[in-house]
């Protein structure tokens, strides 16, 4: 294999994001397509909606509507279910279904009201289901994480403190047989189930609360993130068993989530690569706000301990008396050996839509007794196993290697081959990850290679059956032209472009640019970026003023006509008129912000020449800027490259105007909140840009620091209007407002 060669075969993959996708196999685009037949009966189809957790809400905590399934719905393969039973459990789960249903409502109802400016339900309807819910909560003793009755605190710490668990976690011996699975159960009855891939959760909860919440770690140590674990979707905060209760449960986060998170980070590099890292990443964040943000999903699949509760010697049991306690379960099926086959091509049927990641099955015996008596080994546990999907393979044959350029430098290798039918798609790319991979598949045009979904899901090179070796790695960039270089790393191989001026590495520069809260250009996605940048048309942020050179390109573009051309140059032109601290924050100078920009503007009364030479001790001094942002500003704009940006952008833009006082500003210092309909004001935002240009502040929630709550219907029994009242908090109508604050 050569090492390098120019006649590589290089191309830049136009949509970074289709890419994603593709590794993963259709599966998302499956979920999403179909996830209305996928939410079980009695549970609102509506996966993808986002709702904000607390009343009064936080804008960044966001949880879906709807729920995954869970076992109380399931009736097991080849037994007769016993009707007072059956009966008894949809009794026992109606509180705890209608509770689910009133915070959806309830929660879809704020994210309108509060953050979409526009109402659902009148406050007396808010206010009858809140008070229902309230009822059902004392009733039944379970209160969810995503009750709007609650709101809890988030926390920040400096690192997760370790430990040790009372017992290991181990892990599960395995087999890829249905047969080894059905005599391994042998005469014994069995729960099958999910295995859910996401990472593993030991929940303690002590007099009714959450007491406790710990990774699996290595089995033996994990770490402590019970902050992280009360922002879990469907966690209960509250239950109504009262002694020492210990379970552990999968944390998983839903392919719908999973699109939707990672379509909103603009950086393509920055993307999670499955749902598993996203998941793993969100539960172990330091700062509890972080994980809300995520809609992270736990599905209990063991009591550990419930102390004074008879479970008849029955896992089922055990499952049963979780739901009661407002626990979502994983979803299961009881089996014996003679239903195991239809059990497991139940599950193998449903995998195909299932909204939550799943890489197998688990058999675990009923027999609490009798499992226990079996021991465990020196790895495995002898009372459960696990079940991999044998992975289905095509031989097939590749015909070329797309080398995809990143914005971090890094050069992916994708293989393109000859179409295969696998797992129920049509699968045709599989990415290659890095050169070490290349090599030690000894890949060649032309080779016939045996392909599969890892998990049913992510497309892998299984094997190479002709081993030619004789792929090219390409000298130059796909993008910039220039040259390669294999850099090592942990062993592992890796193409790389240095060159720092690479256009695939200024899309993230680009992306910034055009966003909401820098320049606001409307119809620039980074996909879009990416192309404009392939084609030449853009090299400095100046370019973007004058896209009317390329328009005939442009129009002949997939995705773009006449009519989307000239709504982009309609963007282009409104763009043309911004504020001195938007465009500051456009350059994406490290560690400055958009209320970074602000606060150094407003400092220097928008004199672009004082901010330029005023020296790093002097930013340092302001109020909430520090060395640190002081210093990334000044170096920032030492470079000459940089400065040369700014003075071309200067040229296209025309600059708002503004006026600063000498004097301070009337409510520096005060706090307000602002609910309902205005009638002054055109809506909530423009009483915000008011309030704040005065000093002031405009918050979600009613504190103890809060001024006065702004409400034209403040004689009504609405949530924050309660807040208030509960703490003194003075509430006046907008015109009352006005008066008091505003015509001073």
Avoid at 239 to 246: A, R, S, T, V, W
Avoid at 651 to 667: G, I
């Amino acid at each position: 294999m050569q090492e390098c060669s120019a006649a590589g075969r290089i191309r830049l993959t136009e949509m970074q994001v289709a890419t994603q996708k593709r590794l993963i196999a259709g599966k998302v685009q499956t979920v999403l397509a179909k996830q209305s037949s996928a939410v079980p009966t009695g549970v609102p189809p509506t996966a993808a909606q986002m709702v904000p957790t607390g009343v009064p809400p936080t804008a960044a905590r966001m949880v879906p509507t709807g729920v995954p399934p869970t076992a109380a719905r399931m009736v097991p393969i080849g037994m007769v279910p016993d009707p007072d039973r059956q009966e008894h459990r949809k009794n026992d789960m109606n509180d705890t279904d209608r509770m689910k249903e009133l915070v959806s409502k309830l929660n879809e109802a704020a994210k309108a009201y509060y953050a979409e400016d526009r109402e659902i339900m009148s406050n007396l309807e808010y206010d009858r289901l809140y008070d229902e819910l309230v009822a059902l909560e004392e009733k039944t003793g379970v209160v969810l994480a995503a009750s709007p009755t609650q709101s809890v605190g988030y926390e920040a710490v400096d690192e997760l403190p370790k430990e040790r668990h009372e017992s290991p976690m181990l892990s599960l011996g395995k087999t890829k047989s249905r047969e080894e699975l059905a005599d391994w159960l042998g005469d014994q009855k069995g729960l099958l189930s999910w295995k859910l891939d996401g990472l593993t959760i030991v929940l303690t909860y002590r007099d009714g609360k959450l007491f406790k919440a710990v990774t699996r770690g290595n089995g033996e140590i994990g770490e402590v993130i019970t902050p992280n674990a009360k922002t879990f979707v469907n966690v209960p905060l509250q239950i109504p068993y009262q002694g020492e209760l210990i379970l552990r449960g999968e944390a998983v986060i839903t392919y719908a989530d999973f699109v939707k998170i990672n379509g909103e980070i603009e950086d393509v590099d920055a993307r999670y690569k499955n749902p598993r890292n996203l998941c793993s990443g969100s539960v172990r964040q330091l700062n509890s706000q972080i994980t809300a943000q995520r809609k992270v999903h736990f599905f209990a699949f063991a009591l550990v301990r419930a102390e004074g509760v008879d479970f008849k010697n029955s896992r089922e049991e055990q499952f049963i008396f979780l739901q009661k306690q407002g626990f979502e379960t994983v979803e299961y099926k009881a089996v014996t050996a003679d239903t195991m086959q239809e059990a497991v091509a139940w599950f193998e049927e449903k995998i195909t839509d299932y909204p939550v990641p799943s890489d197998g099955l688990v058999l675990l015996l009923d027999n609490i007794a009798y499992g226990e008596s079996l021991g465990r080994t020196a790895k495995f546990p002898r009372n459960a196993i696990a079940f991999k999907w044998a992975d289905e393979q095509a031989e097939t044959t590749l015909r070329e290697v797309e080398w995809s350029a990143s914005r971090t430098g890094l050069i992916n290798p994708v293989a393109i081959f000859d179409p295969v039918e696998l797992e129920g798609t049509t699968v045709s790319r599989a990415s290659v990850h890095n050169v070490s991979i290349v090599k030690e598949l000894k890949l060649g045009i032309g080779d016939r290679i045996t392909v599969y979904k890892a998990n049913m899901i992510i497309p892998q090179i299984a094997e190479n059956l002709t081993k030619s070796g004789t792929l090219e790695i390409p000298c130059t960039c796909p993008v910039c032209q220039g040259e390669t270089r294999i850099v090592k790393e942990n062993d592992t191989e890796t193409l790389v472009c240095p060159n720092p001026d690479c256009d695939a590495k200024k899309i993230k520069s680009f992306t910034l640019f055009v966003s909401r809260d820098a320049m606001n250009i409307d119809g620039l996605s980074e996909a879009t970026l990416e192309k404009f940048l392939a084609e030449g048309f853009l090299h400095t942020y100046a370019d973007l003023f004058h896209l009317d050179r390329h328009r005939d390109a442009i129009i002949q573009m997939d995705g773009f006509g006449e009519k989307s051309y000239q709504n982009l140059e309609a963007s282009v032109e409104k763009a043309r008129h911004t504020n001195l601290a938007r465009l500051i924050y456009s350059l994406g100078i490290p560690n400055i912000g958009i209320a970074n920009a602000r606060m150094i503007c407003r400092e220097y009364k928008n004199d672009l020449d004082k901010m330029l030479a005023a020296p790093t001790e002097e930013l340092a001094a302001m109020d909430g800027v520090g060395p640190v942002i002081a210093g990334a500003f000044v170096d920032f704009f030492a470079q000459g490259k940089n400065k040369t940006a700014l003075e071309l952008l200067l040229k296209e833009v025309e600059l708002e105007q503004e006026t600063f006082s000498e004097e301070a500003l009337p409510l520096s210092g005060q706090s307000f909140v602002i609910t309902g309909s205005l009638n002054h004001f055109e809506n909530r935002s423009a009483l915000k840009e008011k309030i704040e240009a005065l000093g002031g502040k405009v918050t979600g929630s009613v504190t103890g620091k809060t001024v006065c709550l702004i409400n034209n219907d403040s004689t009504s029994n609405s949530a924050k209007n309660k807040k208030a009242r509960e703490l003194g908090i003075v509430v006046l109508t907008e015109e009352e407002f006005m008066k008091q604050y505003l015509e001073k």
